[in-house]
């Protein structure tokens, strides 16, 4: 007997996410890893490799205590026996040692912490092979670029430098042996200079570690540093939390810029930093992805409705994607 009745749309979300994003081949080895709150979507993918005649195994671990906890060894085992591993689980395992020895075995691995059903349907039914194209272009700019400012209506007018820096691309599209990431993908990241951003930042879609913002957070930045904190009590709740981890933890860590033009704001982080139309920063740790700092947190928080200038030229205006176009 089933163990839950099928949701077609569920169904074909685990289809894209497992043909598209994955590649997954007839006779190759899917390894599911879910826990309790992430069950029905751990079921629906395993039902769905299994119809694509992929070897699928479905392995439920007791849910983590917190993100970054590592799996119990005999699944880390498992993910490097694997061709494919897709984890929806509701505590992260992105950043494990098990996720990075099983990629360097040559693994595929997409992980979805804190996903949920309605978010998985929504933006996995985004064209995955669009937001490939659309993601590695503004990477292509970012890699190319030295000086980024950003403003809005609000009240940010941010500055920084990414000379040097290299962007990362969370495409969605994880086909290739030991390529891992997100889903849903679909954004473009880079770590800003250390010391180099100046100005204001105003948050005010949402916030790791709060959820959606009822009023917005004022970031005052000097010198690569967050040094004041304005706002409501989310501004206080967001106080709270960097001072329990230092200097490190208030380092501009991240400049990142959503391109999956079917996810919204959520209050889900995992979401939220792939709305287009939408930049993020985030505060703490960036020594994973090309910067120099290593702090116990990595809080991004997302700005709405943005103008991004990349060494004078439009990237986006008001939200809008303009492509380079020169400032006038």
């Excluded at 659309?134 to 980024?148: F, Q, S, Y």
């Excluded at 473009?188 to 951003?197: D, K, L, M, N, S």
Aim: with cysteine.
């Amino acid at each position: 007997m089933a163990l839950f009745d099928i949701n077609p749309e569920l169904y074909k979300a685990c289809e894209i996410a497992l043909k598209q994003c994955l590649g997954v081949r007839e006779g190759e080895s899917v390894v599911v890893i879910a826990d309790e709150p992430e069950r029905k979507i751990g079921y629906h993918l395993w039902m769905k490799a299994k119809e694509l005649n992929a070897e699928a195994v479905y392995i439920e671990i007791i849910p983590r205590k917190m993100h970054g906890e590592e799996p119990p060894k005999p699944v880390a085992e498992a993910m490097k026996a694997a061709n494919v591993v897709i984890a929806p689980t509701s505590k992260s395992i992105t950043h494990t040692l098990a996720k990075k020895e099983a990629c360097e075995k040559g693994t595929r691995v997409a992980t979805l912490p804190g996903i949920t059903e309605e978010i998985f349907i929504r933006t996995m039914s985004a064209d995955y092979e669009e937001i490939l194209e659309l993601t590695n272009r503004i990477a292509d700019i970012l890699d190319h670029g030295r000086i980024v400012r950003i403003t809005t209506s609000l009240g940010t007018d941010l500055e920084f430098s990414i000379e040097g820096r290299k962007a990362k691309r969370s495409t969605g599209i994880y086909r290739n042996p030991g390529e891992c990431g997100n889903l849903p993908g679909a954004e473009a990241y880079i770590a800003p200079v250390e010391g180099t951003a100046n100005g204001v930042a105003v948050i005010d879609g949402s916030m790791a570690g709060i959820g959606i913002l009822n009023s917005p957070i004022k970031l005052t930045i000097r010198e690569g540093l967050v040094e004041k904190i304005e706002g409501g009590d989310e501004a206080r709740k967001l106080e709270e939390i960097l001072s329990k981890y230092g200097k490190e933890a208030r380092n501009i860590a991240e400049f990142g810029i959503g391109t999956n033009p079917n996810a919204r704001i959520s209050g889900n982080i995992l979401e939220d930093e792939k709305v287009f139309g939408t930049v993020h920063i985030a505060l703490g740790s960036n020594y994973d992805f090309g910067g120099r700092v290593k702090a116990p947190i990595h809080l991004d928080g997302i700005i709405k409705t943005p103008t991004v200038l990349i060494d004078g030229k439009y990237l986006f205006r008001d939200g809008a994607l303009q492509g380079g176009k020169n400032e006038e």
